[in-house]
């Protein structure tokens, strides 16, 4: 090493046998540098990759919904739906684009937000034929990530009337559709229940293709 | 409250056996586990050049910590600015531009995340693992080793015995072994953990792979998007040691609150208890290092009402005060966490230093964000790994030479005493807070054409503010809202994340060094102790009336009026 800077004392002490030497930082450096990018920066996240795909393959790969060989979407990522015969997700920030995601990052005292909130509650309202006052809070704010892909069961249920009349299909049916999709709270006591949409839909078109209308 | 008592409870539980682990590994002795490390260990100090039983003196080892920072500082700048032409780039980021991979650069290496990209669409895989990853395994364990060397000099240094035997106190202190410091615990001790938590989220769907992820049409035809492009990677890994080493860069620009990053509740509950896990062994370390439980009480002690007070009252004001019967409240949150779960991680991300989140900041209850802004301010609060004990000490030093100014007693701690050399020293690092977070802020908000608020009012202030303080917390999180990825935030903000690191580390280890080199005095009943619930107060006191005197204007000024104009509505 040719580069040596400090100061070296050597001794004799009692009851150590260590020295003390400040020498050799550069090439120390230099190797700590080359054992921290392709210990950690490269195998660590390897191995993280394999241990993933040897044991979780399907959540490994993204959590990907598949139907005869085609990806129709992650259960993970929420889609936009505008039709009546669908239930809505909520509202995106980055218009549902995941390479753009991003929340809002309106504070609660800025008045945009809260105009935001008012126009879609009334839509909301309209759409589903509800009131507005019943309309829950998760299904007109907009998520963190925007693409939160659940909505409460709330929002599904004030959904539901509009849903079951665009598809000509009882209430019942989609209730009792909305139950069987709604997670509880995971392990009993985290989080909050959820119905996610993409599945919902899907679900939804997979049980009622027949009375499906072509817009 | 499940999550709040569930993630305290398995933090203290799991932290204590993972303090006594982290300790032994730090000693150095022979242990467990050495038949499977020492062959590792081997070859990479052979490479470095060093015997992990050298010591160094404290001008070696803040020496060997500043350079090792430079080497990996240069080689990642250069690799964000040149991406597009190195491989792994399935989804083709393109480079960065110099201002940017110079902000990106120094945020990672300060052990920060601040972000002022958005990952999933700007970095390749490599930048992702090679640039960042590194920095995120790499920089905790180097406080880690700033914090042990420190406490090494505040108990007289590694040769103590050895010093006093033969008399010899002008000899440099031997402060430890930093190479040995960074790699046995990065190998032993962070690497293993991050695997486990990196296999336990993706078993909940935080995706783990090399490809690039598939481009879907919608469902509904009748949209007016045409495709969607979900990205994946090698996600599970980086959000394992961004959770664990109190990093908290994510591999999606908005962090935790993406789905694809934190998919359940129950990974929710394991990237949360992940933000203390390791802040709090190592306030467990302690005790097992220095032998003197009672201090390590005094420092656990301390550290953990402050964080349940802090993490309560951010609980109880986005989930049960008046404001959380807003309609607004679910604004920048996830249905599948809900209100309570996202206040307790502001509250721990902040603590800790670790910057990740699973909700959006700015629109959280004014009075949350406000907590967490002093959260940040004080920094101790089990703080980043290393750093927080690092901070934990400049307040115990100040701590002890205020009580002893009211008791009229020479201060000292462990028997030596604290004089004007190490009480100016102190004051440079408490000053220069107070001075770059003031004026800058100042700065910015008298130039609006610099700011590039999302927000008007009294939250304009509290955007700006928050921005400055994660920079020197080195914490990371943001009101995002502010439009930071121009010239003039990405350099002033690189500026105060290095100005909060590298004082913050290197301060401390130098003062622990020179008290190491007094004679000690046997501790005596006449001597302050400090060891007590009664000095504990004391202390919560002076970090709580310090950060009030500094900050109480502009945090008056920010998030108070915030709320006060919320509940005014």
Redesign the interface.
Known sequence: MSIQKGNTITRTPVGSSSAISDKGLLRGAIGLAIVALVGFGLLYPLTGVGLGQALFPDTANGSLIERDGKVLGSSLVAQPFADARYFQPRPSAAGYDPMAMAGSNQARTNPELRKRIDEARAAAAQRDGVDPSVVPGDLITQSGGGIDPHISPQAAATQADRVARARGIGRDAVEALIARHTEARQLGLLGQPRVNVLEINLALDTLYQSTRMEP | M??FL?VFALAVGLGWPLGRYLAAVMRGAPMRGDGLFLPLERP?YA????KP?????W???A??FL??N???AI?VWLMLMSQAWLPLNPNGAPNMSWDLALHTMVSFLTNTNQQHY?G??QLSYLSH???I???Q??TPMMGLALAVATLRGLFGG??A??RQ??G?DR??V?VGN??AD??RP?LRFM?PL??LW??LL??????????G??T?A???A????KE?????G?V???V??KQLGTNGGGW???NS????EN????S??LETLALILVPVSVAFMVGPLTGRRRFAALVFGTMLTMSVASAGFAVWSEANSS?SR?????????????AE?SALWAALTTQTSNGS????H?????LTGLVAIGDMLINAIWGGIGCGLQQFVVYLLLGVFLAGLMTGRTPELFGRKIEAPEVKLLAVLVLLQPLILLGLTAITLSAPGLTGN??????AI?QVFYEYTSAFANNGSG???LGDATVWWNVSCAVVLALGRYPALVIPLAIAAMLARKRQAPESTGSLQIETPTFALTLIAVIVTLTLLQFMPVLVLGPVA?HL??AA?
């Open positions: 499940s999550e569930l990479l490479l470095i050049g060093t039983e050298r010591g160094m003196s001008r070696g080892y020496g060997a350079l090792s430079l080497v990996l080689v958005s999933q669409a693992m090679m640039g990853v590194t920095l395994v790499i590694r040769d015995q050895a035997a033969d010899q000899m440099p031997d930093y190479w960074v790699i990065a690497l991050c695997l990196s296999v993706t078993s909940q769907g935080v995706p783990a792979t090399l490809a992820g598939p879907v919608p469902v509904d009748t949209v007016e998007m969607q492009k979900i990205p994946l090698p599970s890994p980086m394992a040691i999606y620009g908005p609150a993406v789905p694809l998919p359940t509740p129950l929710n509950l404001t807003d309609i607004a409240l679910m604004e920048g949150k996830e249905v599948r966490f809900g779960p989140v699973n909700a959006m700015d629109s959280l209850a004014p999302s927000n008007p009012g009294f939250h509290s009101f995002e809202g915030d104009a919320l509505r």
